[in-house]
């Protein structure tokens, strides 16, 4: 289960509801909020602080929530620019493991995107195929269909050797092809 934070109306409302000296049980239910969470504020109120103290507070300890940014030493930056020269990936400069790098291969790969290095340098140099690219390799360029083969082929019918190629079907191809 995930915890929703307080907003600020409702840490006033706590406060309205401390001063009137109302139960921090009464207040959790009327909220709707854990018991506990109420009872850290009510406590921080009793302490002599206000609603705004307690907003301020909590915004400084956000601050200090997350993970922290990985910063990359100038010798692991010269060391990767040198295997970007050398065509290696980020993920060989990661896998290889001929060093130890402070970070993940994703990690590497983001920080390319970001610009903190150049994607030029990649080998593949940041190209990919774009989308709705059609692949036109192995395709036939000339091909007949069986209905063809009477202009092309009169004799047909009355010549050996005509094979024919019924098992050719496709996406954009339907029937055989005569060879």
Request: glycine residues 6%.
């Amino acid at each position: 289960m995930t915890y929703k934070h307080l907003t600020i109306d409702e840490i006033t409302m706590i406060e309205s509801y401390f001063h009137q000296k109302i139960k921090p049980v009464t207040i959790a239910k009327r909220m709707c909020r854990a018991i506990q969470t109420i009872y850290t504020v009510v406590n921080f109120f009793k302490q002599g602080f206000s609603a705004i103290d307690y907003w301020h507070r909590y915004k400084e300890n956000k601050k200090k929530c997350g993970r922290k940014r990985i910063e990359l030493s100038d010798s692991d930056r010269q060391y990767i620019k040198e295997k970007v020269a050398q065509d290696w990936t980020p993920d060989v400069i990661i896998g290889r493991q001929e060093r130890t790098i402070p970070c993940s291969m994703r990690t590497l790969y983001r920080k390319f995107s970001h610009g903190e290095f150049d994607v030029q340098t990649l080998p593949l140099k940041g190209k990919r195929k774009p989308n709705g690219h059609q692949e036109t390799r192995g395709k036939q360029t000339f091909k007949r269909t069986l209905d063809d083969r009477i202009a092309h082929y009169p004799d047909f019918k009355e010549e050996f050797g005509h094979l024919e190629g019924d098992t050719i079907v496709g996406v954009h191809h339907i029937g055989g092809t005569c060879f």
